[in-house]
């Protein structure tokens, strides 16, 4: 695990930090490490999201697609 140590912090900011954390239920470093993750996160969740928003307005318009597994396999074993 790394460390990381951030300096000079505008006093209001810790306590509302501190305030945070404590209305959570956690220490300080541990309501620090929820924010910092749930942020470094952020990008891939949302991509997914958007992934995940193509792909039901693609069954919207064309509908399912059916399982291409068994049409793959006929076609590698016929040529294998």
Same mark, same amino acid.
């Given at each position: 695990?790394?460390? !990381?140590?951030?300096? %000079?912090?505008?006093? %209001?900011? !810790? /306590?509302?930090?501190?305030?945070? =954390?404590?209305? %959570?239920? *956690?220490? /300080?470093?541990?309501? /620090?490490?929820?924010?910092?993750?749930?942020? =470094?996160?952020?990008? *891939?969740?949302? @991509? =997914?999201?958007?992934?995940?928003?193509?792909?039901?307005?693609?069954?919207?318009?064309?509908? =399912?697609?059916?399982?291409?597994?068994?049409?793959? *396999?006929?076609?590698?074993? *016929? @040529?294998?």
């Amino acid at each position: 695990m790394g460390d !990381v140590r951030v300096r %000079n912090l505008d006093e %209001n900011v !810790v /306590l509302e930090l501190k305030d945070r =954390a404590k209305r %959570n239920g *956690r220490s /300080l470093e541990s309501e /620090l490490r929820e924010i910092l993750t749930e942020e =470094a996160r952020r990008p *891939r969740i949302e @991509w =997914a999201e958007r992934l995940q928003q193509f792909r039901d307005s693609l069954r919207a318009k064309y509908g =399912a697609f059916p399982d291409s597994t068994p049409i793959i *396999r006929e076609e590698r074993d *016929r @040529w294998s």
